[in-house]
């Protein structure tokens, strides 16, 4: 069956969740890598949103972290303090999703200016929570296209930290966890033992040097880098017949 | 102890220009009422704080109101960027703002702290980021107990902060049920505190289940009762979140003059919310309508 | 994730020998049962914590199986003193106690920071009380923010905390109502968590109002259904305090020997709570009864 | 008509409170005191009690400070947490009620122990939430016997600060507010610019000599000091017969 990038990435997510994870669920691409999880390999997965909703089983497809149909039916709702304080910095999150306008060669995430703070070329949303999930869940999942101007060798403002400059300890500030994959429209990546993003997984058609000409670094490559699995023709039809039937995520 | 208005009264005679205002919610219950009598009122340097700036931020900024946004995310909920806010930024357009950034966590434990009257709280984040270097509010303390150090923030106290709820009595004891965010931080971290409400109800349903109550009629000083006072925004059990609006802003707000004319048709052009619901149309609260589901009742007692 | 289960078998399973255990609860909800079961399970070494040391906290005293209190009030709550704690700490008898004593908000500012992970809570409390020179836990932090010195406590986190709620489903997602004290904070700083309800529920009736719920199965890791647990304490809406019992109290406990014969009778003499109960009798319980007062409905809304 | 210490404890400390006072309610005499200014001059009286419940309104005496009857139809209910972080601290608690097996000249008050701390005579309950009553709420009005052991020139052991050494500054420490008045069943007392305690009215049929009799130290006189005013009738009457009718504190 065919398949989309974003598919693939789907499914690519939905496949680095363990059973039991609670993971901190953001719009998009985590939500329908979450639900697919749920309803494969990972039953018992706890979906956390920034908003507070506990264990939300959304019968539709939110728009925001906030819907309503992410609070009907969960089985709590926290304060932004609470869920913040007990869940996030209390180390209850095994698996938090990131984002971001820049992902750099250690996995620092920028998500607040493109140019200088003080006069930036284009402002971006900033942290919200996205600075306590890099410095506080088990393990965080990056997901983004792979576009050379997506992914410079330094980000121009480290909203939230990665393995930081690769030298100094994430244990040493206090930091817990740290990015574990990368998942884009090309490839999947981890981090070696220093830090350093490193290819672990070309997608079906997709060479080298296609990711290489799409890193704003020189990227290291695994030396037994192996290609992604295909989405199979049982996830493609419950991403699209169950998941996300109107198509909001997908077209 | 506080006391029952309009919302047009209430905004003239609470909020000076030079103000700090805290208008909370977290994609719930977010006071677009209040906001757009704001507009309406008329400011030039208003300081807007919160950790989610919604439309309403980007509506108060490109009616030309605000010198200052203290905030932590600055977006449209699952659409994209706030286009007004980033104009102010990026263009001066109407007017350039000072911003002051938290992250999530840094913006609430601040409120914390101003609510509980703690000179700091600390937080782990920030620690890595490049934010702490933009910031001279994010500090660092040693602490007693052998640890590294850990970032602090200071404590927020807005002059006036607009909080909500689906229903409180006359007093301002307000229960909320569905996302509560932020709203009880700020209530109790502002000076001056303006409650709204879907339905004012009798104190004895407050008292029926006090565990539901959110905040008391000790952090309140004005209740507005205003229904669908939080659309584009949602009442959980009340109306639904209209997605459609927030999908229709981000092609409204590319344009500054497209800006202006939603805000003249939407905001100038109608003299309070009563107006506003009445041209938004029964189709469209219709669409908004959602089903019953109740929760299962609880056993207070009779002692 | 958690597990229902015995209370005799989760005691034995959880409870070893040298294990800090907090039995949560303000006057409301307190785990009479689990109290007891430890009592027959017998140990020597258990550090107990707790704000508010009950008369659960003075029986467990006075059985032997204590070396140490933490706590920020030891008494009969409206009626006077634990006399086996005090016999404890002046007497020595029937073995001595060390004792580590905060105010009820250090304790509970101690328990956040537990569950939060924080290395530390700033509190407005303890300036000027002799408590600071009682306790190494109690240290001072300057605030970077200009002000003076404030009063600090250390992270608590209990091996083993036993918690209390009406009802939960059998994951151990719980609602409570009523007063609730220091449950959730102790149920998030705890390594292990024991949660004592008066009755399972289904998960549908947690999720038709997930703002009641206190704690999640997060936290917990057993549930134990057990109806009266809290008695002679309360549950709300399910029974009323027993208030003959606490005065009782009051006269059996004045004397070891009576106190030994009282635990003879009511704890070694019975196998579980449920012949406690039927021991207690059905006049008694019909004496608790309470009257049915049903909170006002919220409406959740179908999405 | 005829009255006990205890009741003219009771109508004195009713009359310390105003109306809109936020007051953290204690059990016995601060109980009766507050419903019997909610039902005279302070109809607008909130009663808040150590337990988190905001507005009681109990039907029947409670006998512990978390009693079903003051989380039943109260207008809110706090965590501890909450409660002592959001009112007290928060400084929303106008009026603070203070017991102690000890008194001292500046007002510092004993709840620990008898004796020496770690040896002690006796081993009082603690603070619990006193010291921080003592420290936060806007004014504390202490209730206590007057007896010569209660009311020592220096207390064992400070629990919860008055007026400390009478030369440290409270808010020097960061304290807010401080002792009011002093209800005993012989006397009004108040404190003076120093923070040392003064006799300020008599109760009936009291003298002088009787109140310095009870007293641990030379203690001061008003040079205008006053009677008490005797309950009234009306007063003893609502006592009676709607706030305590079993006569579980009166007896």
């Known amino acids: 069956m065919e398949y989309t990038d974003t598919e693939l990435m789907v499914t690519a997510a939905a496949e680095q969740l363990e059973d039991d994870d609670s993971v901190l669920v953001g719009i998009g691409v985590p939500n329908l890598a979450c639900n697919l999880a749920k309803r494969n390999h990972a039953s018992n997965l706890e979906m956390i949103y920034e908003s507070g909703t506990i264990g939300s089983n959304p019968s539709s497809l939110p728009l925001s972290v906030g819907d309503p149909v992410l609070a009907s039916g969960a089985v709590g709702i926290e304060s932004m303090l609470n869920g913040f304080s007990y869940y996030l910095q209390g180390g209850r999150i095994d698996v938090g999703f990131l984002g971001g306008a820049q992902v750099d060669k250690y996995g620092n995430i920028n998500s607040t200016v493109i140019g200088d703070y003080d006069d930036p070329a284009v402002r971006l949303p900033g942290s919200g929570g996205a600075c306590e999930i890099a410095s506080n869940a088990h393990r965080t999942i990056i997901i983004s296209p792979l576009e050379e101007r997506r992914f410079p060798e330094e980000a121009d403002f480290v909203t939230s930290p990665g393995y930081l400059d690769a030298e100094t300890e994430r244990a040493d500030l206090g930091l817990r966890g740290g990015p574990d994959a990368v998942i884009t429209d090309k490839a999947i990546m981890g981090f070696d033992a220093d830090g350093e993003m490193i290819v672990e997984r070309l997608h079906p058609g997709v060479t080298e040097d296609d990711v290489q000409a799409a890193t704003g670094w020189e990227i290291q490559f695994a030396d037994d880098v192996e290609r992604t699995r295909e989405p199979t023709d049982e996830e493609l039809r419950l991403i699209h017949e169950e998941l996300d039937p109107d198509g909001v995520y997908l077209d | ?303």
């Open chain 2, 1 to 303: 102890m506080s006391s029952v208005t309009t919302m047009a009264s209430t905004i003239s005679d609470v909020v000076d220009d030079g103000d700090s205002l805290y208008l909370a919610g977290f994609t719930h219950l977010i006071p677009f009422a209040a906001g757009h009598e704001i507009i309406r009122t008329g400011y030039d340097d208003l300081e807007l704080i919160r950790a989610t700036p919604d439309l309403v931020y980007d509506q108060l900024i490109a009616s030309g109101c605000v010198s200052k946004v203290t905030f932590s995310w600055a977006g449209n909920p699952g659409v994209g960027s706030l286009r007004a806010f980033r104009r102010a930024i990026e263009d001066g357009v109407p007017n350039p703002i000072e911003t002051e950034e938290y992250t999530h966590y840094g913006m609430v434990a601040a409120l914390h702290a101003g609510a509980a009257d703690l000179p700091f709280m600390p937080v782990r984040t920030f620690a890595g980021s490049d934010l702490v270097d933009q910031s001279d509010a994010i500090r660092t303390v040693s602490s007693p107990y052998g640890d590294d150090e850990i970032p602090v923030v200071p404590p927020i106290k807005p002059d006036v902060a607009i909080v909500s709820a689906q229903r409180s009595d006359e007093d301002g004891n307000a229960h909320l049920w569905g996302i509560p965010g932020e709203q009880k931080e700020a209530a109790l971290a502002a000076e001056t505190v303006i409650c709204c409400v879907e339905e004012l109800c009798s104190t004895e349903t407050i008292r029926s289940d006090p565990n539901r109550t959110l905040f008391t009629a000790d952090a309140v000083d004005h209740v507005v009762e205003v229904p669908y006072g939080a659309h584009p925004s949602y009442a959980q059990g009340y109306y639904d979140r209209d997605n459609a609006a927030y999908l229709e802003w981000e092609e409204v707000s590319k344009d500054h003059e497209d800006t202006q004319a939603w805000l003249d048709e939407w905001v100038y052009g109608v003299a309070d919310r009563r107006e506003y619901v009445e041209k938004l149309g029964a189709e469209r609260l219709l669409d908004l309508e959602v089903d019953s589901k109740y929760a299962t009742a609880i056993d207070m007692g009779d002692y």
